[in-house]
């Protein structure tokens, strides 16, 4: 009896919170939006070195945000379009001696000045950076990243005692940057998000999360 009684405590106080503008659902279209945002900034230090260092700066890597994994995999280029381009500065710059060991093995020469070091350890972290913006952002900011901010979104967990490190673990770990890059995943998260009275993606069941309007 104590039971029922707590249960319909529950269910009215979550229906007053919903009425005061608390605990509403993210509407679909502004999570779209702030997904498209993410993906934006996610890729923006990748584009930013193909720009710079690659012959042809296009990649697959935006088409394939939802999938991060698949979309890490077509950035895979970028440190040795880095490499290449840093060696090169050498050549440049020292035309004699780049000469020289043409005519001997056609061997050119390593830069490993600071700077090209610095390229490439970046080139990897732009890599990184692309497949674990959303689990850092999330972790860091409470559950908001730049697109959910804007759109005045949320993760919330849907027990408020659970650590929130456990729930980005399952949520962004295991639900987006692993299940979601297997291509149908993300495709059932669109119907889930538009046809179920939560608007929850996979990973949000998976991670025991809900996003949520501020």
Do not use: W
């Not at 990748?46 to 994994?69: D, E, G, M, Q, R």
């Not at 297997?182 to 993606?201: E, N, R, Y």
Request: a negative charge; charged letters at 15%; aromatic letters at 10%.
């Amino acid at each position: 009896m104590n039971n029922t009684n707590l249960d319909e405590s529950q269910i009215i106080a979550d229906e007053l919170a919903y009425l005061s503008g608390e605990n509403v659902p993210a509407n679909p279209i502004k999570r779209a939006v702030a997904f498209l945002m993410d993906m934006i900034v996610a890729y923006i230090p990748a584009l930013a070195f193909l720009i710079f260092f690659a012959s042809t700066p296009v990649t697959n890597a935006p088409a394939f945000y939802a999938s991060p994994i698949i979309g890490s995999l077509s950035l895979l280029q970028i440190p040795g379009e880095v490499d290449t381009y840093m060696n090169n500065l050498v050549d440049a710059s020292d035309s004699t001696t780049t000469a020289q060991l043409k005519e001997k093995q056609d061997t050119t020469v390593r830069n490993v000045s600071f700077l090209a070091t610095s390229c490439r350890i970046l080139s990897i972290f732009v890599i990184l950076f692309y497949l674990g913006y959303g689990a850092c952002c999330t972790y860091l900011f409470d559950g908001i990243t730049v697109g959910k901010y804007f759109m005045h979104l949320k993760v919330v967990p849907e027990d408020e005692n659970r650590k929130f490190g456990i729930t980005i673990l399952l949520r962004e770990g295991v639900g987006k940057i692993l299940l979601n890059s297997i291509p149908i995943i993300p495709v059932i998260s669109i119907f889930t998000i538009l046809f179920t009275p939560s608007h929850k993606a996979i990973h949000d069941y998976i991670g025991k999360t809900r996003v949520l309007e501020q």
